[in-house]
């Protein structure tokens, strides 16, 4: 039951929150003009950069989540790269009736909600998802576990107070 609690249900985790992203890079090399279409539509020069930079982060920082090797620094970049992604291409705001079923911006609105839906997943991922310090991730930033020791608390610093004046 350990194996199973420990491992492979933080695995399938993992892997489940970063499956998308290969394909992805995989996609933007098979449809390289497309993808180029993409990329010179936001307000960043170098379109072919962009590319090969989301390609590399697409391929890289999923395997590094994945196989816990320097997983919250790999996290920490794909959640910049969703993010930046979700506010440069999928403005939803610049359609005015992106709400409506045939809305241009209808798309774009829920591409910038997943993205940010991933942010968030993979922000988990950079706090360990328990409750911690951010002193405490600062003071462990690349790996996830063992957190035991960062989070323990020691008992004399606690005080309650039941007393009632």
């Known amino acids: 039951m350990d194996f199973f609690n420990l491992i492979a249900v933080p ?75 979700a506010l440069l291409y999928h403005p939803f705001w610049k359609y005015p009736h992106f709400w409506s079923k045939a809305g241009e911006g209808r798309s774009h609105f829920w591409d910038f909600l997943k993205n940010f839906g991933l942010v968030g997943g993979l922000l988990l991922i950079v706090i360990g998802g328990i409750p911690v310090s951010a002193l405490s991730v600062l003071e462990h930033p690349l790996s996830t576990v063992p957190y035991a020791d960062a989070v323990t608390i020691p008992a004399a610093s606690i005080s309650i107070n039941n007393s009632r004046p």
């Open 11 to 85: 695995l399938i985790a993992r892997v489940c929150l970063v499956l998308m992203f290969p394909f992805s890079a995989f996609d933007k090399i098979v449809h390289w003009k497309e993808a180029m279409q993409q990329a010179t539509s936001s307000i960043l020069p170098g379109g072919a950069v962009l590319i090969v930079i989301a390609i590399v982060v697409e391929f890289v920082t999923p395997v590094c989540i994945v196989i816990c090797w320097h997983d919250r620094l790999a996290a920490f970049v794909l959640a910049g790269f969703c993010a930046v992604t």
